[in-house]
């Protein structure tokens, strides 16, 4: 297991997390059969997940890529999302499954369905690492939770603090004393 000194301790083990990838990865090659899902990957937090859930499907599926900040180099949510990067595929007529590493106000997904469906996909789903269910603070669907997890700061499997810890093949919560407040 790769670790840091500034980890407190691990949360969800790379185990645990190969088992409901692998779990996730058949309900929707179940629900997505001869639809030709379009997957798209919110970076870049959901990269590593992305990579697992995509090759653990046994359907054809497309991938695409976006990037949306929300954060900033700090722990809060700006409530306000900036699209960096667009996917590039047209969505008219598609079934589209949002991937993300984690949903915790659920503002950046919101928005994100918001703006999917605007554009024709024939459906737009979610499908998320983590969700910080506590944290919420607008309603918002999330059809596939891999795990809800305490209101602690995580990281590692995709997910960082200030660009750091995302090489972690676990789900880390980081000592207190190494977030710069
Ligand atoms: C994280 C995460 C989600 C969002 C969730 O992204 O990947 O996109 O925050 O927060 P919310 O539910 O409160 O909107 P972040 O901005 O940290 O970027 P990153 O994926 O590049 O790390």
């Known amino acids: 297991m790769k670790t840091h000194e500034n980890i407190e301790k691990v949360l969800i083990t790379k185990e645990e ?64 999302i900036r699209l960096i990067k667009d996917v590039s595929i047209n969505l008219v007529g598609r079934d589209v499954v949002i991937v993300e590493d984690i949903v915790d106000s659920g503002n950046t997904l919101k928005n994100l369905k918001t703006l999917l469906d605007a554009r024709g996909a024939r459906s737009v789903a979610a499908c998320c690492l983590l969700s910080k269910p506590s944290r919420r603070t607008c309603d918002v669907g999330v059809e596939y939770v891999c795990f809800e997890v305490p209101d602690e700061f995580v990281v590692g499997y995709g997910l960082d603090y200030a660009e750091k810890y995302r090489n972690l093949d676990s789900v880390c919560v980081l000592r207190k004393e190494a977030i710069k407040s």
């Open 17 to 80: 997390i190969a088992e409901k990838v692998k779990e996730t990865a058949e309900k929707l090659s179940a629900d997505y059969k001869d639809k030709n899902p379009l997957m798209i990957c919110v970076l870049k937090g959901a990269a590593v997940f992305f990579a697992d859930l995509t090759r653990a499907m046994d359907i054809d599926v497309e991938t695409d890529f976006m990037a949306i900040s929300s954060y900033g180099g700090g722990t809060k949510s700006s409530g306000q």
